[in-house]
């Protein structure tokens, strides 16, 4: 069942005059969510690790009149507590608030039984998925609470709300990002103006996708811009009262 409202459509303009970070902007949903909100008047601030595809989607926004976004190379997988201060210190000198953190970077690990799965690639799994979206939230947080609404989207998965055999260390990221928001949510709900939901895509065509699936078709899944108004509407003011739900975008 979708969470969308019957016959909900954005606004030309309804992220007009907000700042949202993406992590993981340089392809796939992030990408599409990046470019969606842009066309619906949001300064966008992409970040990602290879710079080359946040320059390309830097490009579409300008191209297509949006506002100017910002770009901030960063690999999630190496990115520490300092580092990630740091980050929402620069962040802060030049932008007054954050309307809206879209944590979309993730990795798929391997596919394999729990029995096989190595320390470090559990390691890099859990940094880039789950402790690394946990500090940026944190660094993030005073910039969030200058936003009039604010709006924090984890990225989760099936796999995060059942666990399915040789999902491994990407199944269990997800269930712990499913934790990140509930506490955060609780946290935060009564108490101030941010609200914290995650979203499960479902099955999208995207690298992720097609790596976990070598074997589908890739027009199997619907591409991701065609499910943008799922995303558009958790980063719109329409959907300020909903707060610490699992959310999905396909049944
Ligand atoms: P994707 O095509 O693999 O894109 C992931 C994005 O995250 C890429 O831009 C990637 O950067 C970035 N990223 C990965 N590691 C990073 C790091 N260390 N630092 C910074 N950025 C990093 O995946 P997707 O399918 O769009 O997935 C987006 C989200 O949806 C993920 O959270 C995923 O778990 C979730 N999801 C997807 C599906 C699906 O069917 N596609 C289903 C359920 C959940 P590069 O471009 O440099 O590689």
Not at 30 to 58: C, D, I, M, N, P
Not at 85 to 93: K, P, T, Y
Not at 150 to 174: D, I, L
Not at 176 to 192: F, H, N, R, Y
Request: aromatic content about 6%; glycine content about 8%.
């Amino acid at each position: 069942m979708t969470f969308l409202p019957d016959q909900w459509l954005p606004q030309a303009d309804a992220l007009a005059g907000k700042t949202i970070l993406v992590t993981g902007a340089g392809d796939g949903i992030g990408k599409a969510a990046a470019l969606s909100f842009a066309q619906h008047g949001a300064e966008v601030l992409l970040l990602g690790r290879t710079e080359a595809k946040l320059e390309a989607v830097y490009d579409t926004i300008v191209a297509e009149g949006g506002v100017e976004p910002g770009i901030i190379p960063t690999d999630l997988a190496k990115a520490g507590h300092d580092d990630l201060i740091a980050l929402a210190g620069e962040l802060s000198s030049s932008i007054p608030k954050l309307d809206g953190l879209l944590h979309n970077a993730s990795i798929l690990g391997d596919r394999k039984p729990l029995a096989q799965t190595s320390a470090a690639l559990w390691h890099q799994v859990m940094q880039v998925n789950v402790n690394a979206t946990f500090m940026l939230t944190q660094a993030l947080l005073p910039m969030l609470e200058q936003a009039l609404l604010a709006s924090v989207v984890f990225t989760s998965s099936g796999v995060g709300r059942r666990g399915r055999a040789f999902w491994g260390a990407y199944a269990v990221s997800k269930f712990a990002t499913e934790g990140l928001m509930q506490v955060l949510a609780d946290e935060l709900g009564a108490i101030s103006n941010i609200r914290v939901n995650s979203l499960n895509p479902g099955a999208v065509n995207t690298t992720m996708r097609r790596t976990a699936y070598p074997a589908e078709p890739p027009t199997t899944n619907p591409n991701p811009e065609a499910l943008m108004q799922h995303w558009l509407y958790l980063m719109s003011d329409d959907s300020k009262d909903i707060n610490g739900q699992a959310l999905s975008v396909q049944s």
